[in-house]
């Protein structure tokens, strides 16, 4: 029998590609804010057993999505933290409102929903929690302070909470990709590209897959070994 695997952020670059590597190995569970991207998943061969509109900024709609998932009886055994948003400004420019709506999406919802399923996981006295987060969580970058800050503290957040759900045969590890080709690097020009490559010792930007089969690893039993981890998928970026 397939163990059910839920994934945040399914219709972006990266969460498609997780979920197109996955879906063979696990019941999808797909959650999205755009309830047409989410239907075109079909479109793109992507096998998903349930999938789910959600405004992950929203604490009610969170937890109704839980709770929904516990009356019909689906238990989440792999939980992929994936979504993530991004409002740039120059810190002195950057205001309450840009702070918060990153700092909502991308931490507080990771926090509620991570809190809500792991109180499943610790029933099973099973389960693995993914976390995507990003090398600017742990070098900074320009614009980006509130998106940094949400990206480190889910890092070390997932220490914490690793620790504490060792013993109940639970894993929390975080995967934090540099530059992937999705449609936020797309819209660079050519001679930011370059400028990017030049930092990059392997030479060229990452994909999806590369993502996603780090992913495949971290939610098998291969990995039962690794927790609290953060495991750097950036062609040697930042060596941490």
Request: net charge positive; aromatic share 4%; charged share 25%.
């Amino acid at each position: 029998m397939k163990k059910n695997l839920l994934i945040t952020g399914a219709t972006g670059g990266i969460g498609k590609a997780i979920c197109r590597l996955l879906q063979k190995k696990y019941d999808l569970i797909v959650v999205g804010r755009d309830k047409q991207k989410l239907e075109n998943l079909d479109k793109e061969e992507i096998s998903v057993k349930k999938k789910i509109v959600c405004d992950l900024s929203q604490t009610e709609q969170i937890k109704n999505l839980v709770e929904n998932l516990v009356k019909q009886s689906i238990q989440i055994d792999v939980l992929v933290n994936n979504a993530g948003v991004t409002d740039d400004s120059l810190f002195i420019r950057m205001t309450t409102e840009k702070w918060d709506n990153v700092i909502k999406t991308n931490l507080n919802s990771n926090f509620l929903l991570t809190n809500l399923i792991s109180k499943i996981m610790i029933k099973k006295k099973w389960g693995r929690i993914i976390n995507i987060t990003s090398v600017v969580g742990h070098t900074g970058n320009i614009g980006q302070s509130n998106y940094s800050a949400s990206k480190a503290a889910i890092i070390s957040m997932s220490k914490s909470i690793a620790i504490e759900l060792a013993k109940r045969n639970i894993t929390v590890n975080c995967i934090s990709p540099g530059f992937i080709q999705t449609n936020m690097t797309e819209i660079l020009s050519d001679d930011q590209k370059k400028n990017i490559l030049q930092k990059i010792p392997i030479g060229e930007i990452g994909t999806p897959d590369d993502v996603a089969y780090c992913v495949e690893f971290l939610a098998s039993e291969q990995s039962r070994y690794i927790t609290g981890e953060t495991i750097h998928v950036n062609g040697g970026l930042a060596m941490l």
